[in-house]
């Protein structure tokens, strides 16, 4: 965005920090360096879902599983794909015999500089419960994709929230499963 050689740190807290690029002001993350998250359809074609509730929108929110690469000391240093690996497992009890980059976007480009990188997962299996490591209450769900739309609309009648990714995630794939392309524009 800029040429500034360095950020004004406005405010700094324990996970995140406020800057100041030229006037712009946006929050950064104090540790990890990838987003990733994890497009998960097992053999019976069902979407694997977490839900969780997150403090910031105070409600429970849909997701697909993700989480941060190198967010603690354990994990510094570890690759986008290996920490996909591990928030799969960890979120939902699912393993995976490989993993596939689809692409990687900003998640709110005026706010944050974020990105998250989106991976399908292959070759599932339940390997554990999941739900999430200490700090987290997840909630696992599977659904068909079939009738994924109908569920999701039900869960937003209960107040829930859908996270965005829940949505892209499941077309960028049927994208790379139908043209083995990942975020190249649609051709007409």
């Not at 807290?13 to 359809?41: K, M, P, Q, S, T």
Request: hydrophobic share 35%.
């Amino acid at each position: 965005m800029s040429n500034s050689p360095e950020l004004n740190v406005i405010a700094r807290g324990r996970f995140v920090r406020l800057v100041n690029d030229n006037g712009w002001e946006y929050a950064e993350r104090e540790r990890g360096h990838d987003v990733v998250a994890i497009v998960a359809v097992t053999d019976q074609d069902e979407l694997i879902l977490t839900e969780q509730y997150r403090p910031a929108v105070k409600r429970r929110v849909i997701d697909i599983p993700a989480g941060l690469a190198g967010d603690t000391e354990d994990f510094d240093g570890e690759s986008s794909a290996t920490a996909a690996a591990r928030e799969l497992e960890e979120e939902t009890g699912y393993i995976a015999t490989s993993f596939r980059e689809l692409c990687t976007v900003p998640t709110s480009p005026g706010l944050t500089s974020e990105t998250v990188t989106i991976y399908i997962a292959e070759g599932l299996t339940k390997h554990g419960p999941g739900g999430g490591d200490e700090s987290e209450s997840i909630v696992v769900h599977t659904v068909t994709l079939h009738e994924l739309g109908d569920w999701l609309r039900a869960r937003e009648r209960e107040s829930m929230l859908i996270d965005p990714k829940v949505f892209a995630g499941v077309w960028l794939r049927d994208q790379a499963l139908d043209t083995s392309r990942s975020c190249d524009p649609v051709e007409e």
